[in-house]
């Protein structure tokens, strides 16, 4: 059976970085997608998926990932999910897990907004560095209600020592998702 991870938490919560290197540790054959290569993909009609008017093309861009990620999990993948995935999104993942027979862990990693304002405003201009819009994806992680188990304050930690976290998080199973609501 394979083992999906939703990676996720706000913009410049080092997201990728933790995830290449999860991706690269395995044990198992191992996928890692990244969400930001599905938007980036849109040439024409993008839009921030931060902004209002985006919610159709954030569903469609999901249930390409949803789809991408279904068949990699059917051939014996393991895959790291890396991108904003916040509870609002779960639920299509949780309906392929179900139907694909797939495991599916969900990590958050929640730096704290100072933290998280530094790390995205010191990326390259071609990503995302607007600080109203680093804070209000870091607003969007900060209550996770029911799912609040699943964060990881990563404040103090570097890539490598975030990475060994999320390994533990996952080999824990206390970060699995259950089964689709009905």
Known sequence: MSNVLLLTGPSGSGKTTVARLVA????????????????RG???????PYLPGAQRQNEVVV??????????????????VDGIIGPWFLEPFRKAAAAGEWTMSYV?????????LRRGQDRPASELTDADALTGLHG????LGPLEPHAIDTTR???EQTAAEV????????????????
Do not use: Q, W
């Open 157 to 159: 930690l570097d890539p």
């Open 63 to 80: 249930d390409a990932i949803v789809a991408t990620v279904t068949v990699y999990a059917r051939g014996g993948y393991d895959v790291v």
């Open 140 to 143: 969007a992680f900060a209550d």
């Open 167 to 182: 390994r533990k998080a996952v080999a824990s199973g206390h970060y699995l998702l259950n089964a689709p609501s009905a």
């Open 108 to 116: 958050v990693l929640r730096p704290d907004l100072g933290t998280t």
């Open 42 to 48: 849109i040439r024409t009609g993008f839009v921030a």
């Open 24 to 39: 690269t540790g395995a044990l198992r054959p191992t996928m890692h997608v990244t969400t930001d290569e599905f938007y």
